[in-house]
């Protein structure tokens, strides 16, 4: 089988600093290799205004045309979000498959969906975001997924479908996850009649919640190292000694730019964080972009109507410590941890024991 062929272009414009430029050029890197897709080139192109028909002007369009031509790619991934109406346009000018951003992080979100849940909030985003834009069938990807993608192309099988089909199908969607979130209100209920505590892991993929959620639960998630690793909210039982327990919950990872769709199909699952008692910001402690990263989560939990005293009085948990290059980040009175080696990690037992007094 063939594989796909891309070229990623990461539009930088003037008043984005370069730091974040490089980082989210990274991240879709990182999330389009995991989709098995070869990189032939990528880049930050810096422009001083959007072209509002194409995203990318016609003289980095007859760079990018000549690149497609001699590296025989076959697919543009736009690093940022396109209008409908650029997507079509960047095809018919470039006459290969594009895709931007969002169309990415669905794709990866849709191939590490695992429970009912999950793939509803995937599939609810996913319709969300076809709703105004057409959705082509990429084939070799639909026959491993059993389904249409989120990345299409010019010459394949152009599917319409119907905006009336489609609100249906949400507003079926929705009613479904309204099932799952009356299930959790009810749980919920219970943990609060038995003064059960909970807290909560957030943060940007792949900081390693599920790491330091399988070392202190004792449970054995998935927690390799890949972007968007979790997507189903886990709760289990926490022994901090002395005959006292809280529950701890794993959480979706967050990323720059997140799509709105996303945010809005995941709230369901995310409404687990607004009612946990303690929110655990874990943060890769040796990621020089960490201070970023840490608005970028304040920011997305504004978005989903955390309460703002929850964000205000969040712990940030600085995990990675066992990596070479730790003593130079170091600063007194933070919480580091290594979810890795366990160092560290009896400490935070000790301060979450002392949180439910």
């Not at 949400?170 to 009613?175: D, H, S």
């Not at 009612?275 to 972009?289: E, F, H, T």
């Amino acid at each position: 089988m063939n594989k796909t062929v891309s070229h990623i272009v990461h539009l930088n414009v003037d008043a984005d600093p370069k730091f974040i430029s490089e980082e989210m050029l990274s991240e879709i890197e990182n999330l389009v290799i995991n989709l098995d897709i070869i990189i032939k080139k990528k880049e930050i192109i810096k422009i001083k205004r959007i072209n509002p028909s194409t995203l990318i002007g016609e003289g980095n369009l007859v760079k990018i045309d000549k690149d497609i031509k001699e590296k025989n790619i076959d697919l543009l991934v736009v690093n940022n979000n396109l209008t409908p109406a650029q997507q079509k346009n960047l095809e018919n000018r470039l006459k290969i498959k594009v895709t931007d951003r969002t169309g990415i992080i669905l794709e990866v979100f849709a191939r590490r969906a695992k429970s009912n849940e999950g793939k509803m909030q995937v599939q609810l985003a996913e319709l969300i975001y076809r709703k105004s834009r057409l959705v082509r069938a990429w084939t070799h990807l639909e026959r491993q997924r059993g389904g249409t993608t989120f990345i299409g192309g010019p010459g394949e099988l152009q599917i319409e479908l119907d905006r009336r089909l489609i609100q249906e199908k949400i507003l079926n969607i929705k009613k479904r996850l309204g099932k799952v979130k009356h299930r959790r209100h009810v749980q919920r209920n219970l943990r609060k009649n038995n003064n059960f505590k909970t807290a909560a892991l957030i943060g940007y993929t792949n900081a390693g919640k599920t790491l330091l959620f399988n070392k202190l639960t004792k449970k054995k998630q998935s927690s390799r190292s890949r972007l968007f690793e979790t997507l189903d909210t886990k709760i289990s039982r926490v022994y901090l000694g002395e005959n006292k327990y809280i529950g701890l919950i794993d959480t979706v990872g967050f990323i720059n730019n997140i799509p709105t769709s996303l945010i809005e199909s995941f709230k369901a699952t995310l409404e687990e964080v607004n009612k946990a008692d303690i929110l655990l910001n874990i943060v890769d402690v040796n990621d020089i972009n960490a201070k970023q990263k840490i608005r970028v989560t304040k920011n997305i939990l504004k978005e989903t109507g955390i309460e703002k005293n929850k964000i205000s009085e969040m712990i940030t948990i600085y995990n990675k410590i066992d990596l070479k290059g730790f003593e130079s980040s170091y600063q007194h009175n933070k919480n580091y941890i290594s979810a890795l080696t366990g160092e560290g990690v009896s400490d935070l037992k000790s301060a979450l024991k002392k949180s439910l007094i």
